[in-house]
């Protein structure tokens, strides 16, 4: 009923929870697991992660796949012991994506996805920028050190960037539609992706939701004057753990 109550942007709903201190929130993995959510129901996971630990190259006309080991979602992907887990699907963005022309993009795409690995591409380099603007130097500095300075260069075109920031995180929320199945969970990887759940759930309001943060949540009286403090609560309150 809350998911529904969210969708139908039931206000009332929504500030009864934020009259509740936010610092309650203060936790790496944001909710805990939905107690009616069988997770051992779950016939794969689909894990999305903002950019993915991998570089492409060119080997004589075939796409392969050259490996960040440096990157922390590299352990996520290569090196777990997979046993006793679902199947995985990968999606996320590669950082040099751009460099390749469009035709290209697309045969990239392909060859990825015999992989397990679905590419999201944002429309231009400036929306990509735009995105990342808004996620590291306002989403994310409000968040690790509880404050938002009003005069800050990036903060003053806040829409701007949260323009392109939305808009990646449907393009997220797409490829994830047209591969998730209802018996699957959708783990969504850091702050990065916190406005698409609300996408998803508008498509599908029975889908499986989790989302994992890499730094604890902001203060409340910090968060409450934040422009898209409202988004944000309602993004989370529509995942399952």
Request: proline share 3%; aromatic share 12%; with cysteine.
């Amino acid at each position: 009923m809350l998911k529904k109550s969210l969708l139908n942007n039931n206000i009332n709903e929504l500030l009864t929870y934020d009259s509740v201190k936010i610092e309650t929130f203060n936790t790496n993995f944001f909710p805990t697991i939905r107690k009616d959510l069988n997770v051992s129901k779950i016939d794969k996971m689909i894990i999305a992660v903002p950019f993915l630990p991998i570089e492409i190259e060119n080997i004589n006309g075939e796409y392969e796949m050259k490996i960040d080991y440096d990157n922390m979602i590299y352990s996520l992907m290569f090196t777990i012991d997979k046993k006793n887990l679902p199947d995985c699907l990968w999606v996320g963005m590669i950082k040099d994506i751009f460099s390749f022309p469009r035709e290209e993009q697309i045969k990239i795409e392909d060859a990825l996805v015999k992989k397990d690995i679905y590419l999201v591409i944002p429309e231009s380099e400036e929306e990509l920028e735009n995105y990342l603007i808004f996620s590291n130097k306002i989403l994310k500095k409000m968040f690790i050190y509880n404050s938002i300075d009003v005069n800050d260069k990036y903060y003053a075109n806040c829409g701007l960037y949260q323009a392109s920031f939305t808009h990646i995180n449907q393009l997220f929320a797409s490829t994830i539609l047209a591969i998730a199945q209802e018996t699957d969970l959708v783990m969504l990887n850091d702050i990065y992706l916190c406005f698409v759940p609300n996408f998803i759930i508008q498509k599908n309001v029975d889908m499986h939701i989790g989302i994992y943060f890499h730094i604890q949540f902001c203060c409340s009286d910090v968060f409450r004057t934040f422009p898209y403090h409202i988004e944000i609560l309602k993004n989370l309150l529509l995942c399952d753990c």
